[in-house]
């Protein structure tokens, strides 16, 4: 027999009910500020796809008891998936996973300063991982305890599968996901017939002058 989940947060199930529209659907949690800038994309994207979200800093090494808190306290909220994104030891998923029976999304961060940087305060080994530690630590979860794991600093792709999975029971969601994929696939169509009018050097001095919002110019429209 399994276990329930311990909940932190004590409310009846009228109450849940009465205000279920207003809970996040993903929660958001990073072991330090200095993600956030790049693992605002996660919230981006979620929004876009009309997803509820909560964001919010967890350290498993800095404040464990926080975590304990955070993590048993997921389904009182509402909170169907998890994005835990950490650097280095990259331990917070994983401990947040042996909390809860929710999924967890991993995201393994790199470091916020350019590989080989003095300001790593002589570790310069941490720069040449680029994330490879974090990475490692967050794919190589003991058996039992198993988190997704998307690539480094790979925040939106940790949002995606996001929607993805919450689009199992959700067929709107289902059909804007469709939507965002048969919208990537026209960009490419887009830019391939781009290239081919105006030839590599065209095609560069137009990208030159244009500059996207984010990483990439596709975005989900619904």
């Known amino acids: 027999m399994v276990p329930s989940e311990p909940q ?7 109450e849940r009910s009465d205000r279920g529209k207003d809970l996040p659907s993903v929660s958001i949690v990073m072991g330090s500020d200095s993600d956030l800038e790049r693992m605002a994309e996660a919230e981006r994207v979620l929004k876009e796809f009309g997803v509820g979200v909560e964001v919010t800093i967890a350290s498993a090494h800095r404040s464990p008891e926080l975590v304990r808190e955070y993590a048993q306290g997921l389904k009182a909220r509402g909170v169907k998936v998890v994005i ?68 480094v ?30 919208d990537q696939s026209e960009e490419v169509k887009r830019k391939a017939e781009q290239l081919r009018d105006l030839g590599v050097e065209g095609y560069l001095a137009k990208k030159a002058r244009v500059r996207p919002h984010g990483p990439d110019e596709t975005s989900p429209r619904h």
């Open 8 to 14: 932190s947060v004590s409310e009846s199930t009228s």
């Open 84 to 151: 835990a994104a950490a650097g280095g030891a990259a331990h917070l998923a994983g401990v947040i996973a042996s909390l809860t029976v929710l999924p967890v999304i991993g995201v393994p961060m790199g470091p916020t300063v350019p590989a080989g940087s003095a300001a790593l305060g002589g570790f310069g080994g941490l720069g040449v991982m680029s994330g490879l530690d974090a990475l490692l630590s967050t794919v190589q979860m003991p058996s039992g305890v198993p988190v997704a794991c998307v690539a």
């Open 153 to 182: 600093n790979g925040a939106k792709n940790a949002a995606l599968l996001a929607v993805r999975i919450l689009a199992l029971c959700d067929e709107d969601l289902e059909a804007k996901l469709m939507t965002y994929m048969h």
